[in-house]
């Protein structure tokens, strides 16, 4: 095991699992905060944590929402215990959030949104008895008979065309074609969700966006600790010497920086966790008369890192896996509002006040275009009389219901004439268009994760006879546990941090519904809605 007191560690990645990383080696292995240092190519941390004013145009932009739940995140929750809030002394960044979802509570009146601006009853969840028995199916079949099975040939037509695909598929954001492993874990981690699936009231959020709330909290912390951050350094490759494959080890990175090419060599009793991969890759913005670019090259540095550091071993991952952006890209807009009146509006007609709604997913868009309101004001610096909404949409190659081009090919303001067209907003619509900025955001590999896979296609946390390296984030193999969320990239750098530095403190469990019996039977019951 390595020694927390002499090492240095070396975090690729300025996201939250090398933030979390950072935060266990000091907090429970004791290593002082200077002996970290975090690898970063942009010039800010937090990774898809992220929220900021938008590069395109006046306003604010956030490139995807994550909903958190008090039951599944157990690792995050441990990590923010610790961490303390930024505006409120005394409490923890989790106390900050309980408090707050103690008094902002999720209960979506408008889930579903049929043609016509039509609520629908989302309550009843349309699964027949073929649907049910091919539920049953998927969570009996091990994940080693699933292999690289997609979902869709597992399910018949009718499953697809429910209430409850309709729901579970936009808040997951899961294709038809994605992989049934990760539908499987999905469902068996959240089986506690199938009984509130129409409300959403499992989700727990942040006051603020999550990287002012989450992301902005954890790097003060850090800082406050010592730990050396430095951005706009891009790590390209790194060397291992695997002559030995019981005491395999990472011993050189080599890095681009705004000065040029650099070394670090590690010596022997140092280590470097590295994470692989990236939701955000590639992210292009456009704005309220421009469509974003779709970049399909890779350019981002995360997944080049992983493509050559694949090339050195058989078990360090295969991420052309997962390089199919067509099948997983999908695009996410944020409106800003300027001025109350479409922020009344939705709030009239969906029955709830900003920030106690969910998505409300519009069933008949070409795009399958979903819409969401936060709690205002999302970001701590916002005007007053300045608001935020964001949305996304699933299916960007299709022409609009109204706009009849392809959501890919959209500016922010046709993306927002479709959106006043599902919700019949006529009678505003000048006005809406006058006042909003519309920020669209095009994501390559949103949803690659969820690629069909075979095991060996995501490399283990501790990869066999990994004496100091590891590896994090989203595209990691962590039995069970379900990815695209926040929870995972937590539970991976506790994996890492732990395993490498010999920390007998547990780990905590994987939640899983079907353990509690009451759990079941509510699911049971919802399926038969």
């Known amino acids: ?272 966790l590295v994470t692989l991969g990236s939701i955000t890759a590639d992210a292009t913005y456009g704005s309220n008369s421009d469509a974003p670019e779709l970049i399909r090259d890779r350019r981002d540095g995360a997944w080049s890192l992983w493509e050559t550091l694949a090339r050195k071993a058989d078990d360090f991952g295969r991420p052309h896996t997962f390089f199919n952006v067509d099948d997983n890209k999908w695009e996410s807009f944020t409106l800003t509002m300027h001025g109350r009146t479409l922020l009344d509006r939705i709030a009239r007609f969906s029955g709830n006040e900003p920030g106690t709604g969910a998505l409300m997913t519009f069933v008949d868009s070409n795009w399958l275009m979903s819409l969401v309101v936060p709690y205002q004001p999302h970001f701590p610096d916002m005007p007053a009389d300045t608001f935020t909404a964001w949305g996304y949409g699933l299916f960007i190659d299709a022409p609009g219901n109204h706009v009849r081009k392809p959501m890919a090919q959209c500016s922010g303001r046709e993306l927002l004439q479709e959106l006043l067209h599902h919700l019949r907003f006529d009678d505003i619509r000048d006005e809406a268009l006058a006042s909003t900025d519309v920020t669209p955001v095009m994501l390559p590999y949103a949803s690659a994760m969820f690629a069909p896979r075979k095991p060996a296609d995501r490399p283990r946390v501790l990869p066999v006879g990994a004496a100091n390296f590891a590896f994090l984030g989203q595209h990691v193999e962590l039995p069970d546990d379900t990815v695209y969320t926040v929870e995972y990239s937590v539970h991976c750098a506790m994996h890492a941090v732990y395993g490498l530095f010999g920390i007998d403190k547990p780990i905590p469990a994987i939640y899983q519904g079907l353990h509690d019996p009451k759990v079941g039977l509510d699911a049971l019951a919802a399926a038969f809605s």
């Open 1 to 272: 095991m390595l020694d927390p007191k002499h090492a240095d560690v070396w975090l690729v990645g300025g996201g939250i699992a090398s933030m979390a990383a950072a935060t266990f080696l000091i907090r429970d292995a004791g290593m002082p905060g200077a002996r970290i240092h975090i690898l970063e190519e942009l010039g800010l941390a937090g990774g898809c944590l992220d929220g900021s004013t938008s590069p395109t145009q006046p306003g604010y932009v956030t490139r995807g929402g994550r909903m958190l739940c008090e039951e599944v995140y157990q690792c995050l929750w441990n990590l923010l215990d610790g961490i303390p809030s930024l505006e409120r002394p005394g409490l923890s960044v989790r106390q900050e959030i309980v408090a707050f979802n103690d008094q902002v509570r999720t209960e979506a009146h408008a889930r579903l949104i049929g043609d016509g601006a039509r609520i629908l009853d989302a309550r009843h969840y349309g699964l027949d008895g073929r649907d049910r028995a091919e539920l049953t199916r998927l969570l009996a079949t091990p994940e080693a008979l699933l292999g690289a099975r997609r979902i869709d040939e597992l399910f018949s037509a009718h499953f697809f065309e429910s209430h409850f695909w309709q729901m579970w598929r936009t808040t997951f954001a899961f294709q038809n074609w994605h992989s049934a492993i990760e539908l499987r874990r999905y469902f068996l981690r959240f089986l506690q969700e199938f009984p509130r699936m129409h409300t959403l009231a499992g989700v727990r959020r942040t006051p603020y966006n999550q990287y002012d709330s989450i992301a902005v909290p954890l790097q003060r912390w850090l800082l406050d600790q010592g730990v050396d951050v430095r951005f706009g350094h891009r790590v390209t490759d790194i060397d291992f010497d695997q002559s030995d494959p019981a005491r395999r080890r990472a011993t050189r990175l080599h890095l681009l920086t705004r000065e040029g090419p650099q070394a670090i060599a590690l010596a022997d009793g140092d280590a470097c």
